[in-house]
């Protein structure tokens, strides 16, 4: 086998994330978290809760995310979730999760369609009522939703007050870092 | 207009796609006796109310579900949002 040695890049491009600094607020391209979907088969949905229940991977409800490590969750549709866990430890999140759930669930590696944007500090809903149509201020922690920014289809985990994790499309990731960025330098 | 998603609440109607009557759901079977004038129906003949109509959208900035949505055409109020899952469960056309 060829000996390849190519360089990693960001989905920004770059060879480190991205970080930036605009008034209270943090914009941080987060590239340490595997990503898989994990979506019940036909009639399975009681096994694949039993199954998850005895690993310790947390499944919330509707609309809500969770997290319990090395995994986290978020919903995205009936019967289906996105599960998070460490890149490091994780990086083949597929295997780990069907050495859990079987042929109970259909997982499909999620981790490089992805970009995840983490934007913190204290008034995101002033940022965020620019960007969308979430009502982040009324939104309780670990609400998750899927939500348009700038014509991008994108999730949005609320970590907490003033921790938010966007997962936009990774071949749309420097759209949305502007997206962001403009907004954020509008709003403050 | 707002779509009040049964799962997840009271959603903008700019998240979802619409694709028309809800009878899209009661595809004739292909190879029953008579197919071709079932599907000519099916595919050619709509109603046209005005009034409550049954139709389907689609939530694709959302959770991905179809729902059928019963909408006065005359007002645009909306009096019933259901999963289109459970629609077509309850007319037998799903496992």
């Known amino acids: 086998m060829a000996d390849l040695m190519l360089a990693p890049l960001t989905p920004l491009g770059h060879a480190l994330p991205e970080q930036r600094n605009i008034g209270p607020v943090t914009l941080t391209e987060v590239i340490d978290s595997a990503l898989g979907s994990l979506t019940a088969r036909a009639g399975r949905l009681a096994e694949l809760a039993e199954r998850a229940a005895a690993a310790g991977l947390p499944l919330p409800a509707p609309g809500q995310s969770a997290e319990a490590a090395p995994y986290g969750a978020f919903w995205l549709a009936p019967e289906s979730w996105m599960v998070e866990a460490p890149f490091a430890s994780h990086e083949d999140i597929r295997a780990h999760l069907v050495a859990i759930f079987g042929d109970a669930a259909s997982i499909t590696e999620q981790t490089d369609a992805w970009v995840r944007f983490d934007v913190t500090g204290a008034d995101l809903p002033r940022l965020f009522e620019r960007l969308s149509n979430v009502d982040l201020a009324r939104a309780p922690d670990h609400a998750a939703t899927r939500t348009v920014i700038d014509h991008i289809g994108c999730y949005l985990v609320k970590r907490g007050p003033t921790r938010i994790s966007l997962f936009g499309p990774r071949s749309s990731a420097p759209s949305l870092w502007h997206a962001l960025e403009t907004a954020a330098r509008a709003a403050f | ?95």
């Open chain 2, 1 to 95: 207009m707002i779509i009040n998603h049964p799962i997840l609440g009271p959603r903008d109607a700019q998240e979802f796609v619409y694709l028309g009557d809800a009878a899209l759901i009661a595809r004739p079977d292909g190879l029953a006796p008579g197919a071709q004038e079932a599907f000519h129906d099916y595919l050619y003949l709509r109603d046209n109310p005005a009034g409550l109509h049954r139709e389907l959208w689609y939530h694709e900035q959302g959770d991905r579900s179809w729902l059928v949505v019963t909408r006065n055409t005359l007002t645009h109020e909306i009096t019933q949002v259901e999963l289109a899952r459970d629609v077509a469960r309850s007319l037998g056309r799903s496992k």
